[in-house]
């Protein structure tokens, strides 16, 4: 009967223990900040930088394969070899400039996205903070079923201060 007692107790412990869980959709959030405006031209401005190097290279990679070709009938094996290198090595410079490019690009939306998810961060600790939450998860495509009732994703918006149209 002590045992009985206890283990009663001890689940009952364990429920009361259990906090609240809820969940927020971070990049629903981020689509609706009209922030991301901004961002989105940032990104636009500096990927259009990064085309014009590119285009450099490549323009000047086309000029060198060309005089190749016009001069190749009158260079040696010699010459001919150390323009096939040079050759070769823009065409791997250009290559690791668009992988570099890439993770630039990363780079420059994580940088510019900083300050939203700050933003995001601040709110979400209030309204969990309100709501009693003491947990909050990130959904994801993986997610099957989330009761409205535990989504924080409308109380967030709210909180920044956007306002969804109806039905959204």
Request: charged fraction near 30%; glycine fraction near 6%.
């Given at each position: 009967?002590?045992?009985?007692?206890?283990?009663?107790?001890?689940?009952?412990?364990?429920?009361?223990?259990?906090?609240?869980?809820?969940?927020?959709?971070?990049?629903?959030?981020?689509?609706?900040?009209?922030?991301?405006?901004?961002?989105?031209?940032?990104?636009?401005?500096?990927?259009?930088?990064?085309?014009?190097?590119?285009?450099?290279?490549?323009?000047?990679?086309?000029?060198?394969?060309?005089?190749?070709?016009?001069?190749?009938?009158?260079?040696?094996?010699?010459?001919?070899?150390e323009k096939q290198i040079a050759i070769m090595d823009m065409e791997e410079d250009i290559q690791k400039f668009r992988q570099n490019g890439a993770k630039l690009m990363e780079i420059k939306k994580t940088e510019a996205l900083k300050p939203l998810y700050k933003?995001?961060?601040?709110?979400?600790?209030?309204?969990?903070?309100?709501?009693?939450?003491?947990?909050?998860?990130?959904?994801?495509?993986?997610?099957?079923?989330?009761?409205?009732?535990?989504?924080?994703?409308?109380?967030?918006?709210?909180?920044?201060?956007?306002?969804?149209?109806?039905?959204?």
């Amino acid at each position: 009967m002590k045992f009985l007692k206890i283990a009663i107790l001890f689940i009952g412990l364990t429920t009361f223990a259990q906090g609240k869980v809820g969940a927020v959709d971070v990049e629903y959030i981020l689509s609706k900040m009209p922030e991301m405006v901004q961002v989105q031209k940032e990104m636009g401005a500096y990927g259009k930088t990064l085309d014009v190097d590119l285009n450099k290279k490549v323009d000047a990679y086309k000029i060198l394969v060309n005089e190749y070709k016009a001069s190749e009938s009158t260079l040696n094996a010699e010459q001919k070899q150390e323009k096939q290198i040079a050759i070769m090595d823009m065409e791997e410079d250009i290559q690791k400039f668009r992988q570099n490019g890439a993770k630039l690009m990363e780079i420059k939306k994580t940088e510019a996205l900083k300050p939203l998810y700050k933003k995001i961060g601040v709110a979400l600790e209030k309204v969990a903070g309100e709501q009693n939450y003491s947990q909050v998860t990130q959904t994801t495509p993986d997610l099957v079923y989330l009761d409205p009732d535990y989504d924080l994703t409308v109380p967030i918006l709210l909180e920044l201060g956007i306002k969804l149209e109806e039905g959204e």
